[in-house]
């Protein structure tokens, strides 16, 4: 029984197409990161390349003035400021900037992968929140560098650990954003969040609990709810809020998107916005000065997290094996005109 | 003294370089559509070779699974319902859509033109009004199809004629918000147009003129203000027209963003929408309807026209002597709550 000791010979073409089943052409495609592999047979291939010590031929395909930006919804406000942002900075360094959507948060299409692998761009920026390991594991295999941005990882997958990403200050963002609330004297505080399985929602709330708890006060369960970053949910979160006895004089929403459909809830009860309930966003989107009012936000700098990510792939490319451990940038308040104080004592 | 007759001997590449005062591999280079020649040499190169009948290999090299999307602003509203539209239907087909920005509204980058030159995608999709005639010419010397979609081009420039466009019927789209607007009531009704360099703009003026006079009125010229499609244009001629003396009962803005911004000037005033003023936008981003109160605006299906221009791209691929007329896509009024009827007789 052949082992998998360093002595085991080294492995032609044709032995390892052998024992796998295919042809020398299959294992000649996976080599060269060509189409026309399923899913399946790749990874098996790759592994027993692996397991065999195939001496991968020293001279790499050239990699292409691409980067390849992979998103959750690529019409989403939060998206198009990152692809614009990496745009940005591709194009000053003459990339072109390849963008693709993925139905799934939690996986991209194979299709996707197989045109990743035949391009063999810079790198790869994933925008959704985790790529399955088997996914992560062909792009390494082709040396492909992959840096996650916010979305963020899941909170479970965290000690998976490997793959590098830049995420910006979460939970003192919703520090900030709560401490703001009760410094203008609010004391019932709704708070809707992103979807559960995304760290940067997590986060997030913890900052709020964390500042409700320093004010001395206690959280009540009922007033953290839940949602997708979309209008739809602050509308619907922010009419149950808004509906509830006892009603919370202001929101903290999960995005600047959210906060919108906070507006509209208040804006059908008839709640004015500042004056009856104050709403603070998150993201700071172009369109959060042009809300009426003016949205107050926490500030995400897209931008600065754009060029980190362009930057990382560049270092992961000339030395794979760069251990990066997560950068955070910094988060900040932007306070426009839609908080206000209140008087504690009526 | 040679002519260029049938008769004329075909050239050999040394020939050509020869002629050209160039290396071999220069011209091996712009044969093969590969980078590192200037715009300058490259254009020279091409029609010598056209003028000395080099006789191009007939195995060209393989179209990359890449759409191209050539936009002015990569994160405005506008380009952001274009491009997810694109990689709607490019992921169906299995291919990826590279973005790319510039800072000019008539010229991409040469760095750009390099870029897609040596990628070969499928086709470029221009966002942006119009390109130089020089890159034109580079894009169909290596037969990658071009098309427009509005932004639009020049109004002086469509003798050109013979790039492929894509639009909307801006025509009817500026007819129907206008006659929308006198149906409620209005008589003094501003206009804030689209810059006045685009053909968009021209002919969404033009059908707010044409439903005046149609009412039986007459155009007041200071009542039709120029301006980007930007927040910032709305704000300030919204700004102008509310202050002057007999202002508007109603604003028909360029865009959506620009309706937001006549929203801000309204807002800073007093003037509420829609008891005091209507106002239409244009496009019918996803934003319209979260905004308060919710926009009544020209729907333009950028999804539709975004397939089209995919389908055109393929087309002429096929066929690079495919003659394309400008293809126009229907424009629709979406009636939401920013417009209503004013009493004719106070």
Excluded at 28 to 51: C, F, H, Q
Excluded at 205 to 227: H, M, Q, Y
Aim: with cysteine; proline share 7%; glycine share 8%.
């Amino acid at each position: 029984m052949s082992g998998t000791s360093d002595d085991t010979p080294r492995a032609t073409l044709a032995e390892v197409a052998r024992t796998a089943g295919v042809s020398v052409s299959t294992v000649s495609k996976v080599l060269n990161g060509r189409p026309g592999v399923s899913a399946e047979t790749r990874t098996e291939i790759e592994e027993l390349l692996d397991r065999r010590h195939y001496n991968r031929r020293n001279s790499p395909r050239p990699i292409a003035p691409l980067i390849d930006i992979l998103c959750y919804e690529v019409d989403s406000a939060w998206a198009v400021e990152a692809i614009s942002g990496v745009e940005r900075i591709a194009r000053q360094q003459a990339m072109g900037v390849v963008v693709s959507g993925t139905n799934d948060r939690h996986a991209a299409d194979p299709a996707w992968l197989e045109g990743v692998l035949n391009r063999n761009p810079l790198g790869v920026i994933s925008l959704i929140s985790t790529l399955p390991t088997e996914q992560i594991k062909q792009l390494r295999a082709r040396n492909i560098p992959l840096v996650t941005m916010d979305a963020g990882d899941s909170p479970d997958s965290s000690g998976r650990g490997d793959v590098p990403s830049i995420g910006s200050a979460d939970f003192s963002g919703g520090y900030a954003a709560t401490k703001h609330l009760l410094d203008l004297g609010h004391r019932t505080i709704g708070m809707i969040t992103g979807p559960s399985d995304l760290m940067v929602s997590t986060a997030r709330v913890a900052g709020f609990r964390a500042a409700v708890e320093t004010a001395g006060l206690s959280v009540d369960p009922d007033l953290i709810r839940p949602g997708e970053f979309h209008h739809a949910d602050g509308l619907a979160q922010g009419h149950l809020l808004l509906t509830r006895e006892n009603r919370p004089t202001a929101i903290f929403a999960g995005s600047d998107v959210q906060a919108l459909g906070v507006y509209e809830a208040a804006r059908a009860l008839r709640i004015g916005i500042p004056d009856q309930l104050s709403v603070v966003g998150y993201d700071d989107l172009p369109l959060a000065p042009w809300t009426a009012p003016p949205l107050t936000t926490i500030r995400v700098p897209l931008a600065e997290m754009s060029k980190e990510a362009t930057r990382l792939l560049r270092a992961l490319r000339d030395d794979p094996n760069l251990t990066v451990p997560r950068i955070e940038v910094a988060t900040s308040l932007v306070v426009r005109e839609s908080t206000a104080s209140i008087d504690l004592d009526p």
